[in-house]
């Protein structure tokens, strides 16, 4: 199991120089991959453009773009730029988001999921192959031949919770990215309903990319209760409670990965023994002692 780092808490004070400084010390570090989220006001595939030239052995990927906020067309573009910038491989995550945030904050028609990722792939897919696309669809459509700024395809990951999503995840794209799943439901769900449709498909098994939350500390009980106030947003969604329920999860607090060294190791000992292909840890420490305590123990395992 690679090991990588989700720089999404960054987020919460964007500075372009802390995020290079981040990406720098992560391939210092030995880790595999810098991963972002797609949130607020900072671009996700502009931000990884922007740090092209920073730590060029390092992995970028977007975890995730949701699909509503950008017809597939501008997806493609902006991806096709961010990999010309890298020259190298860039993994795109993209999701749907949630109907909540898509009603209430974008103020737009949720629409069937899979009737909406069906169409976007369809027009996603092949801009990112040659630059064309010819597709008539139910939500997207698009009749286009262009020239692209590089001929590198960016691997496309799918955020993918539900059975239906898993399926087409395995049989289209090259790999899921997961947050606040734990073990179990890996090893009883997600690796064996995208491995048996990549199988059906005559496809090579999907990259299964799983990011949580991760403290090493001495003190559990507050570092959980912080991630639980952190985080109690993601045991409200639908798509995310379904996941902490088969956990047997009360709360998102209870799938992140929390505990002394011995402890944390044992969790991702169990995620990797699931099928986690790769681990990109969230490092949310309480103390500046944590933090480095977590990043030492994730160094050793990167």
Known sequence: MRIGLNA??????????????????????????????????????????????SAPSLEYGTAVVPTYSR????????????????NRPLAL???????????????????????????????????????????????????YEGPRPTEQKPSVIMAALGPQMLKLCGQRADGTILWMVGERTIAEHIAPTINAAATDAARPNPRIICSLPTAVTSDPDSTRAAHGAIFELYGQ????R????????????????????????????????????????????????DMARTRALLKERG
């Not at 964007?14 to 400084?21: F, L, Q, T, Y």
């Not at 992560?26 to 502009?46: C, H, I, N, R, Y």
């Not at 573009?77 to 010309?84: C, F, I, K, P």
């Not at 969604?237 to 995310?240: A, D, G, I, K, Q």
Request: charged share 20%; glycine share 10%; proline share 5%.
């Open 93 to 143: 995550g993209i999701g749907l988001s949630h109907q909540p945030v898509v009603e209430d904050r974008m103020k737009m028609e949720w629409q069937k999921p899979m009737g909406h990722i069906r169409d976007y792939l369809n027009v996603l897919e092949p801009l990112l192959e040659t630059g064309t696309a010819n597709h008539d669809g139910t939500y997207f459509s698009m009749h």
């Open 242 to 289: 379904a996941m902490l329920d088969r956990e047997g999860a009360a709360g998102p607090q209870d799938v992140c990965v929390i505990g002394s060294e011995d402890e944390v190791h044992a969790r991702l000992d169990a995620l990797a023994a699931a099928g986690t292909t790769d681990f990109a840890a969230l490092e949310l420490g309480i103390s500046p002692e």
């Open 71 to 86: 017809h597939p067309s501008t997806m493609a573009g902006q991806a096709l730029t961010a990999q010309a910038a890298l």
């Open 8 to 53: 999404s808490s960054l987020l919460t004070t964007p500075n372009i120089e802390d995020m290079r400084a981040h990406a720098t010390q992560a391939e210092q570090d030995g880790f595999s991959s810098w991963w972002l989220a797609q949130t607020g006001l900072v671009d996700a595939l502009g931000m990884i453009g922007a740090l092209a030239s």
């Open 237 to 240: 969604l639908p798509s995310y």
